[in-house]
């Protein structure tokens, strides 16, 4: 049978004139196993437009930055992060160290997606192949927590420990219902801890159950997180969430929901492109779903340095984003 996904009329390829290749980093365990098992239909689209897939199964074995140092950057026209955030956030880390900057598809297959939902880009792999065989783009900005980059949000409090302590077979069968769940049996255990933090404006010293410092406009699944969030205004969304009395949690967790949680008495949300967060306790650090920094931290946003393959339609939108902002 013909397969649907094989262009009828390829462009001949020019004498002489070598094949570009793109790169595909991809976390095998990630949508159960989703990539191993489509990588011939991917192989097969790019071969369709003359280009050549080369795989490299990222998992614990392998190290990225190290990769990218070993071939010829030259050789390829764009770098595919195929996997969840955390699989995303290694990759753009080694594309920054090692000065690559290539354009990025994402192709996601985690539990939150936090990072490909803002650009649109859905979770079928049809779906996900139709961008990135395509050529257009949007600037991103990307943020750095002490040495570390993250794409889309660096996260401290109490409730980090939900996330980094939520099974992963839980998440693999729930998906994101399986952060509410856990995230419910801990309500009680809450712990609220001192924090002191200095922007480029003003100095807040509070007691915090938790606090998020979005690039995005989601976190952990929450989709209305980051009211005012853009992924290329140079600016954080920083949303703190400060002690709460438990009965008043409830109407907190619904005005999260709906995207009215700046309005709450219990919540302080404010932009920067600067800030450093201090304190004498311990507590938990994230960023893009993983085990995050030690503290102090010293969170700064780096403007537009990620080139990131979106559909056309997202490119016009995003795009007229940007020039409404910049006037």
Do not use: W
């Not at 995303?88 to 994402?106: D, E, H, S």
């Not at 109490?158 to 980094?164: E, F, K, L, N, R």
């Amino acid at each position: 049978m013909e397969s649907d996904f094989i262009i009828k009329e390829t462009p001949a390829k020019e004498k002489g004139k070598k094949r570009k290749k793109v790169l595909l980093f991809y976390n095998p365990g990630a949508g159960n196993g989703m990539f191993k098992a489509n990588l011939d239909r991917i192989i097969e689209r790019f071969q369709a437009v003359d280009q050549v897939v080369i795989p490299v199964r990222a998992d614990d074995n392998v190290n990225i930055e190290e990769f990218l140092t070993e071939i010829n950057i030259e050789e390829y026209s764009k770098i595919i992060a195929a996997g969840g955030d955390g699989t995303i956030n290694v990759v753009v880390n080694a594309m920054m160290k090692t000065g690559c900057r290539l354009p990025i598809a994402v192709f996601p297959a985690g539990t939150a997606n936090d990072y490909a939902h803002y650009f649109g880009i859905p979770t079928t792999i049809d779906g996900m192949l139709d961008i990135a065989v395509g050529d257009h783009y949007v600037a991103a900005d990307i943020g750095r927590c002490n040495q570390r980059y993250f794409v889309n949000v660096a996260a401290i409090g109490s409730v980090i420990d939900v996330s980094q302590k939520t099974d992963k077979n839980m998440k693999n069968a729930l998906g994101i219902m399986a952060y509410y769940l856990k995230g419910l049996s801990e309500l009680r255990t809450l712990k609220p801890v001192k924090v002191k933090i200095t922007t480029d404006k003003e100095e807040l010293n509070e007691n915090i159950f938790f606090m998020v410092v979005l690039n995005g406009n989601s976190a952990g699944g929450f989709r209305k997180l980051g009211v005012e969030s853009s992924i290329n205004d140079g600016m954080f969304d920083v949303i703190i969430f400060k002690e709460t009395r438990f009965a008043e949690l409830p109407m907190l967790g619904l005005d999260v929901l709906q995207g009215r949680h700046p309005e709450n008495d219990n919540v302080i949300y404010f932009q920067t492109s600067h800030l450093k967060i201090e304190s004498d306790e311990p507590i938990s650090t994230d960023v893009d779903g993983e085990l995050g920094e030690p503290f102090p931290l010293d969170i700064e946003i780096v403007p537009k340095q990620l080139l990131v393959n979106v559909s056309a339609r997202e490119q016009m939108l995003l795009s007229n984003e940007e020039k409404t902002e910049e006037n």
